[in-house]
């Protein structure tokens, strides 16, 4: 398969076969006042986002060891708007999802859908340190397509120049940090490191924001600690749906979706021009903003 990268409105790069998805995402979605946007940018932590928010805003309807996250594709019960709801529908039926709806989407903050901008749903993002996001897209693309990965050097370049899927990433980011500024409420920005770091920290102020706080109860019970392990790395790797299972629409391997895992793998790959070129750039781009601890 050949991805061909095309611009839109000098915004933004993705994958040619997505392009009317996306626009009739953005000019049919309508959404709820109770849906909850999980926006990120690819090979960043969605499918984590999407495991950590599924379990912590069902827990009251279904008990942890119960939770359909055991035996269901993460991307049918969180599905993106773009690939799998818009991909072939300019209105799909979405009356199966009931409230509060969870989705997904990559699609930078200046062309979500009016509803979801004006409404008082909230948006869940979450961004990665841009040179372990190149790695991980670059190996992903390989493990999709049964390939070696790509040239590095000439991925690398059209990473460097901000062409990949939904790039550039800093405009991604910016766009969705400067929100979360203005509107704290509407939008949580989250950084995958920081879920690294601190997953009980991360799941508390996730639930807050959610709506769904957790109780002195619950954080006695280990709630706290049942959540981060059901949505771990580790575990859902494991999974019997994620060793045989793909995801929703697209055909990708759930499986494909777990690969390390980890903060800093980009140092096995890139030289360290390479690095350091690149951390210039994005230095350039977010000082004082996203880079922010
Ligand atoms: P690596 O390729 O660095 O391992 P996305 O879900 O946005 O496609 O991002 C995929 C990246 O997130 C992959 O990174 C994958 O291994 C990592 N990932 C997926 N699920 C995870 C989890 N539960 N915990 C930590 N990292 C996870």
Redesign the pocket.
């Known amino acids: 398969m050949v991805f061909i990268f095309m611009n839109i409105m000098d915004l933004l790069w993705v994958q040619g076969t997505c392009i009317n998805a996306v626009i009739s995402f953005q000019k049919h979605f309508q959404a709820q006042e109770s849906d909850v946007i999980l926006a ?1 940018y ?7 986002l999407k ?1 950590l928010t599924f379990t912590i805003m069902n827990r009251s309807r279904f008990e942890l060891q119960n939770s359909p996250l055991h035996t269901t594709t993460l991307h049918q019960l969180v599905p993106f708007l773009e690939f799998d709801l818009y991909l072939n529908h300019q209105s799909p039926n979405l009356e199966c999802f009931s409230a509060p709806r969870i989705f997904a989407t990559h699609v930078p903050h200046a062309l979500l859908p009016g509803s979801i901008l004006n409404s008082s749903c909230r948006i869940v993002y979450v961004c990665r340190n841009p040179l ?1 996001q190149f ?2 897209e670059w ?2 693309i390989a493990r999709t397509q049964d390939k070696e990965p790509s040239d590095l050097a000439e991925a690398f370049e059209r990473a460097c120049n901000g062409i990949q899927f939904f790039g550039p990433i800093w405009e991604h980011a910016l766009c969705y940090w400067k929100a979360s500024i203005e509107q704290p409420d509407k939008i949580f920005f989250l950084k995958y490191e920081d879920l ?1 770091e601190d997953i009980a920290s991360c799941i508390n102020r996730l639930a807050d924001f959610l709506g769904c706080p957790l109780s002195e109860e619950e954080v006695t019970q280990g709630v706290v600690e049942e959540i981060s392990k059901l ?3 580790d575990y ?1 790797k494991n999974l019997e749906v994620t060793k045989t299972g793909r995801a929703y629409a697209n055909g990708v391997k759930n499986s494909h ?6 903060v800093g ?1 980009w140092k096995n790959y890139l030289t360290p021009s390479m690095s350091e070129r690149l951390e210039k750039i994005i230095e350039e781009k977010l000082a004082g903003s996203v880079t922010k601890s």
């Open positions: 990120t690819p090979k960043s932590g969605t499918t984590w495991a372990d790695i991980s190996l992903f690294k949505c771990s790395f859902i979706y777990l690969r390390k895992g980890e793998d």
